[in-house]
């Protein structure tokens, strides 16, 4: 919703239809049903919070109706997790999840407990500067180079300095995307504590809700992503939270283990601490609602390109760019034909959450949303349309 002023009639636009009187029989399909649903509910919310941080006069009409508006669609979320809670627990406990697409890594916790985590796997944030600027790495080996980037109107621009490290990876961006999607639950459920940007969690709730596994190794990686996103450091003059200046500073500002494990050197309970930057976007609700298998995405490009869709497709059907453009957009430091090369290698995986993309012989690469009816109402609304 780009509008300054509160559009009751525009959210009827951003909801699927999921008062269908005959919902999925397949305990699989409602979950799935319910979950997108879940989702829809957490957008709507958080353009609500968008639209009241706007406000200058927050007691006004238009910020009461607001503040009603979240009220009902946090309810009506509340009754979707009950639901969601009744299904799950249904279910009979698999040993391993399924792997239903070559670019997809299998579900490593597919019967976990989601709701003791303030929601987090069915309202996963990511702040929309870094989907827009291409930050992170999606070099897998130690990149050293620095980074440039300007858009393309020259409004903006990012410069990112690696340490002796490496510069912080598209995977390492999973912490700041798991502590975002904290941050921005508790601001939309009014909690206090939210209003800092340090965040403490549990190491171990992190790695099964970003999908990764819980060894000894896992930890030590982590410990390197913390090192990489503390030692990175950008300059940019990009706007956040209205505000615009032109600063450097690191990823984030700093982290350190709270709690160690008694028998090993495992990392129990850490703090991060958000750069102001960051931190400006997400209490100014600059985020959006990313789908749960962005982290079983197995390529750094996949994901990057299903930020960038998810991006520029907002309430859209569809969104084209040049193949080459793209390729500036997501960061990739591949030869234009090595970068054509792997895009058709993720449209014929077909593993893109949402979306699907097609790239056509004159190297125009489009993306659709999966929901067909979202799509075909798209089409009719086109000059020509049925």
Not at 120 to 125: C, E, N, Q, R, V
Not at 201 to 214: A, C, E, K, S
Request: aromatic share 8%; proline share 4%.
């Amino acid at each position: 919703m780009t509008a300054d002023k509160f559009d009751p009639e525009l959210f009827k636009t951003m909801s699927f239809d999921f008062d269908d009187p005959e919902p999925p029989h397949d305990p699989g399909k409602l979950i799935r049903h319910l979950q997108a649903y879940h989702r829809d509910l957490s957008e709507q919310i958080l353009e609500c919070n968008r639209q009241l941080s706007r406000l200058e006069v927050a007691d006004n009409d238009e910020g009461k109706a607001l503040r009603q508006r979240v009220a009902d669609l946090q309810f009506r979320r509340e009754e979707i997790d009950a639901d969601l809670q009744t299904e799950i627990s249904a279910i009979p406990a698999s040993k391993e999840g399924k792997e239903h697409k070559k670019g997809l890594i299998r579900q490593r916790h597919p019967n976990r407990d989601f709701f003791l985590a303030d929601l987090l796997d069915y309202a996963i944030k990511d702040d929309g500067v870094t989907m827009e600027a291409p930050i992170y790495t999606l070099s897998t080996k130690p990149d050293l180079d620095i980074w440039e980037w300007r858009s393309k109107d020259g409004n903006k621009y990012v410069k990112v300095t690696p340490s002796v490290l490496g510069r912080a990876t598209v995977k390492d961006k999973d912490i700041l995307i798991y502590v975002v999607s904290q941050l921005i639950e508790g601001l939309n459920r009014g909690r206090e504590d939210a209003q800092n940007r340090t965040a403490r969690f549990t190491v171990h709730d992190f790695l099964v809700t970003t999908n990764r596994g819980t060894s000894g190794d896992d930890y030590d990686r982590l410990h390197e992503s913390f090192e990489r996103l503390r030692g990175t450091s950008i300059t940019t003059d990009i706007r956040t939270g209205g505000e615009r200046v032109k600063e450097g500073f690191g990823i984030i500002d700093k982290w350190k283990i709270i709690e160690r494990s008694k028998t090993d050197e495992r990392m129990i309970a850490v703090e991060v601490t958000l750069s102001e930057w960051l931190y400006n976007a997400v209490s100014a609700f600059e985020v959006l609602t990313i789908h749960p298998d962005y982290f079983r995405l197995r390529k750094p490009l996949a994901r990057r390109l299903y930020e960038l869709a998810r991006k520029h497709c907002g309430h859209q059907a569809s969104w084209a760019i040049g193949l080459e453009l793209l390729r500036d957009k997501s960061g990739s430091k591949s030869s234009l034909k090595e970068f054509r090369r792997m895009v058709r290698d993720i449209e014929t995986d077909n593993s893109l959450p949402e979306y699907q993309l097609m790239l056509s012989r004159d190297d125009k690469v489009t993306f659709y949303v999966r929901d067909t009816a979202r799509l075909v109402r798209s089409i009719n609304k086109r000059p020509g349309g049925v």
